[in-house]
């Protein structure tokens, strides 16, 4: 079983910047690929980022491209998302999730049902 903890998130003003981590207790073939995804409150869950340990290859939202990056620390088993300029329609609920892939890229970034492994969630609000 793959465990997986986020940390980080906070309360910023409009164009400040945050770093989301996600520690993993391992990461097997079940678990290669590691996502971020969002949910604000009466909206879908959104996948905002993606990166395959192995591969190294990363996915970006339309919406956060330019703006976040996705990296990892495999000494560490975390991965890390670092948000800057950040926009009030970015709060939401940010979930750290492990799921499978073949290297080198995760084979559906933004699919939530492909990721086995979820966090319990770190909230991010940012004020105009």
């Known amino acids: 079983q793959v465990q997986v903890v986020e940390s980080g998130g906070g309360s910023v003003q409009a164009g400040g910047s945050l770093r989301l981590s996600c520690a993993a207790s391992?990461?097997?073939?079940?678990?290669?690929?590691v996502g971020w995804f969002r949910q604000a409150p009466g909206k879908e869950r959104e996948g905002v980022a993606a990166i395959h340990i192995e591969g190294g290859r990363t996915y970006y939202a339309d919406s956060v491209k330019g703006r976040f990056t996705i990296s990892q620390d495999n000494a560490k088993n975390t991965v890390y998302l670092q948000m800057n300029s950040l926009k009030p329609e970015d709060t939401a609920m940010y979930y750290c999730a492990a799921g499978p892939g073949q290297a080198p890229s995760c084979p559906y970034p933004r699919d939530p049902t492909v990721y086995k492994y979820w966090g319990q969630g770190t909230q991010v609000t940012v004020s105009s």
């Open positions: 391992t990461y097997t073939y079940s678990s290669n690929c």
